[in-house]
């Protein structure tokens, strides 16, 4: 009897000792598999297009020379309004250039070294830069900027302002309706939300310092 029961245990032993290792088999199995997956997942990018390549590298500099005028503001405007505004726009532009910047390396697309400033080497005033993007700031106006002062800034700033808002905002609508790119065509779509509220705020801004803006 002892004999028997000896052999029944190392049998259950056994038995117990084979399943215990093919779970742990299948346990590494699943454990690799998932790293395989990630790598994997790593390397796939949604696929995008040349709308989404030409937004990036337009609207880069676009953001860049409102960040050039938004810092003006912060010793040269004389409404608290109006420096909040230009603070805001820095806070939310500034991590835009470096999302859009990382696109473009990944795609292996030429990222723009520096904003225009205003370059206009046309001598055009407003409106859009010699590249052709709408809301761009000509020389003029840039210079303009960079002198005023007070309330003459705040009014100047403000005009100028809704008009590159404008700008980013047509460039925006663009990639929304021909981009490929999700987190472009996304970031588009918070451009346009974001920049049409604040054109709204400016303009009302503007409205009760209708006296200050004659620039």
């Known amino acids: 009897m002892t004999s028997i029961r000896t052999t029944v245990l190392r049998r259950a032993a056994l038995a117990a000792a084979a ?11 699943a454990d690799d598999q998932p790293d395989t997956a990630a790598s994997g997942a ?23 020379q409102a960040l050039q005028m938004a810092e003006m503001a912060a010793d040269r405007a004389s409404s608290a309004q109006v420096k909040d505004l230009a603070a805001r726009i820095e806070k939310a532009q500034d991590p835009e250039i470096r999302t859009m910047t990382g696109w473009l390396k990944t795609w292996g697309e030429d990222v723009p070294s520096a904003a225009p400033g205003g370059m ?17 700031m000509g020389e003029d106006d840039m210079a303009k900027l960079s002198k005023a002062s007070g309330k003459a800034f705040d009014a100047l700033f403000l005009n100028l302002m809704v008009e590159h808002h404008e ?19 996304g970031l588009a779509d918070a451009v346009v939300t974001a920049q049409t509220a604040e054109i709204e705020e ?14």
């Open 42 to 64: 790593g390397q796939t990018t949604e696929a995008h297009n040349a709308q989404d390549v030409s937004f990036a590298q337009g609207m880069i500099p676009h953001h860049q």
């Open 120 to 136: 206009d080497h046309s001598g055009h005033s407003g409106g859009s830069d010699a590249s052709g993007m709408p809301g761009m």
């Open 167 to 185: 700008g980013a905002v047509e460039m925006a609508e663009d990639e929304k309706a021909k981009g490929e790119y999700g987190p472009a065509t």
């Open 202 to 215: 400016m303009n009302k801004l503007l409205g009760k310092n209708a006296g200050n803006t004659g620039s």
């Open 19 to 29: 399943v215990t290792s093919a779970f742990v088999l299948v346990g590494c199995g």
